[in-house]
């Protein structure tokens, strides 16, 4: 398994002022998906001019922000069983999810903290 980026990503149920934060620290929208598996969740990935990036996620029902990694792999099978088998759990409230344009799952390390797992899957992959 390759690790093809590596990145702060923040679960928040106010993406807004998040976002605006990190705007004014020189980072731009790159791109959004909505509805993530047919659920009022939003992610908004951001970079800035040195080529850094920062993931912000709008789940509602969060009571306070939460951080995590986002980590994405050539090989999400790969990535899953890699961690899973050093005591990762999917996290709660999270699954799997398919959008056609990537494969992603937030799991939690035994001592609590987050890794996104994402795999981009490339328009000529589909």
Not at 49 to 72: C, E, K, Q, S, W
Request: glycine content about 8%; charged content about 30%; aromatic content about 8%.
């Amino acid at each position: 398994m390759k690790i093809t980026s590596f990145n702060p990503y923040i679960i928040t149920s106010a993406p807004d002022e998040v976002i605006g934060l990190f705007e004014a620290l020189g980072f731009e929208r790159r791109h959004m998906k909505e509805n993530i598996n047919g659920e009022d969740i939003d992610c908004v990935r951001m970079k800035d001019a040195n080529g850094y990036h920062v993931d912000v996620t709008r789940v509602d029902r969060v009571p306070r922000d939460l951080m995590a990694i986002r980590m994405n792999v050539d090989d999400f099978d790969e990535g899953y069983e890699f961690l899973t088998s050093r005591g990762f759990t999917v996290a709660p409230g999270s699954q799997i999810t398919d959008t056609g344009s990537s494969r992603a799952v937030i799991l939690l390390s035994p001592s609590g903290f987050g890794i996104n797992l994402v795999k981009h899957i490339r328009k000529e992959d589909r």
